[in-house]
């Protein structure tokens, strides 16, 4: 089972402070990798650092926005000046906005230019960005895991989601697309794949899921309903995937977008 471990792994979780990203980081540190918590507030990814501190694993704060360059390029710096270099990357951020869903009078035809370009730049520039400035010290090293978040959106498009299902959908692609191209060009060291979440509730997505007493809202049953294990996910039930993802267990595989979803992608609603 060693094969499974994250000693001496250096991993950046971008989006770190978020429900999701703090428990992969959390998992990732309990492997055994140091983590750089990586997020636009410093104190939160500070108080995600030192949560995973206490619980006996390894890891420090970085502040930078994803499509920020220049301080991606500072946080990797900095990375380097902790931990000498960089193993494994989880591109977490992201998220969904609502001026770019259809939703009560909001119609397609209603859509903004600005809203679908923030919540396309912000799933696919802000998981493209990230790859290339810690991407790039991997590409020196000739190892290295790149892990995308996409989506249930992306693999069977929800009603009102265009945006997000339109940005994962590219998520999608371009995992492929990397896993190609960093292979033929760097070596077999160098992977991408991707996890899809399914329904995990969030701050973002909350208040679709559950109304103010915790009972489902109307959406939430429609979700449970073609959710074969009839619940919402678990933060911790992704730590599995990543764990295997970022480590040598994996060490042939590239290229693929793993469902952790309940059987969601499965069931066809029959």
């Known amino acids: 089972m060693n094969q499974f471990s994250l000693k001496n792994k250096v991993a950046i979780v971008t989006g770190g402070t978020g429900v999701l ?60 000046r902790v931990a000498k270099k960089i193993d494994i990357l989880v591109n977490v951020a992201g998220g969904n906005m609502p001026k770019a869903t259809v939703f009560g009078d909001l119609s397609f035809f209603d859509l903004e230019k600005k809203a679908l370009q923030e919540v396309v730049g912000l799933n696919l520039l802000g998981t493209i960005m990230p790859s290339q400035v810690f991407g790039e010290n991997m590409k020196e090293n000739g190892s290295g895991s790149v892990i995308n978040i996409s989506s249930m959106a992306a693999q ?13 959908a590219a998520i999608d692609n371009l995992t492929k697309w990397l896993a190609v191209d960093f292979a033929q060009k760097y070596g077999d060291g ?28 109307s959406r939430g049953q429609q979700i449970i309903d073609h959710t074969p294990m009839g619940r919402f996910g678990e933060p911790e039930e992704l730590i599995g995937t990543a764990v295997w993802l970022a480590s040598d267990a994996s060490k042939f595989v590239t290229g693929i977008v793993v469902p952790v979803d309940g059987g969601f992608s499965a069931f066809g609603g029959i």
């Open 21 to 80: 990203g703090s428990a992969i980081a959390l998992g990732l540190a309990k492997a055994g990798a140091v983590v750089g918590i990586l997020g636009r507030r410093y104190d939160v990814a500070l108080s995600v650092s030192e949560l995973i501190v206490t619980e006996g694993g390894d890891a420090f704060p970085l502040k930078a926005d994803v499509l920020d360059k220049a301080s991606l390029i500072a946080a990797k710096n900095e990375t380097i």
């Open 156 to 168: 069977k498009p929800l009603t009102r989601v265009i945006g997000y299902s339109a940005a994962k």
């Open 190 to 217: 160098l992977r991408v794949n991707a996890i899809a979440p399914g329904f995990f509730i969030g701050e973002q997505n909350r208040s679709f899921l559950l109304d103010d007493s915790g009972n489902l809202t």
